[in-house]
């Protein structure tokens, strides 16, 4: 066939043997599309089927917050109970709101060390209440600001 001196791939094929590998070649292009298409389908027929899509724009998080956890409870109990009577006391003492802000965050940091401190309902239910009624002030705080330019005082 050849000399031992070359090497194996620079041998050239027979003419009458080259027929039969071109279809050697051919039958094994095909079995191994056979064995990918097989591969496939099992890898598909093993994987279990994708989760359905969450979408990004879902806030029922928010209610869930308010009906499950302890923060979210405070926060519902703090819009109707602390938040006005603090809205209450601020517009009593008829602060800027500047100045109430500076009380609410004094406030907040007392409040809040005493609930890292000792975790308890109520001092949750006055951390949130705290800047709950700030926000509800500060309409409130407006309406006082124009009070005063209207009257000249």
Do not use: C
């Not at 703090?78 to 004094?106: C, D, I, K, M």
């Amino acid at each position: 066939m050849s000399s031992s001196n070359e090497p194996w791939w620079s041998v050239q094929p027979d003419t009458a043997s080259g027929d039969r590998r071109q279809e050697d070649t051919e039958d094994f292009r095909d079995a191994a599309a056979d064995l990918r298409d097989a591969a496939e389908y099992l890898r598909d027929a093993a994987t279990p089927a994708a989760p359905p899509k969450e979408s990004n724009w879902d806030f029922t998080w928010i209610t869930q917050m308010g009906k499950r956890s302890p923060n979210g409870w405070a926060f519902t109990r703090a819009l109707w109970s602390v938040g006005p009577a603090y809205t209450l006391f601020l517009a009593s003492q008829r602060f800027e709101f500047w100045t109430a802000s500076g009380f609410t965050l004094l406030g907040f940091a007392v409040i809040g060390g005493l609930h890292l401190r000792a975790e308890r309902k109520t001092t949750r239910l006055l951390t949130w209440g705290l800047p709950v009624g700030l926000a509800y002030y500060a309409p409130v705080a407006i309406l006082f600001g124009l009070g005063k330019v209207l009257v000249g005082g």
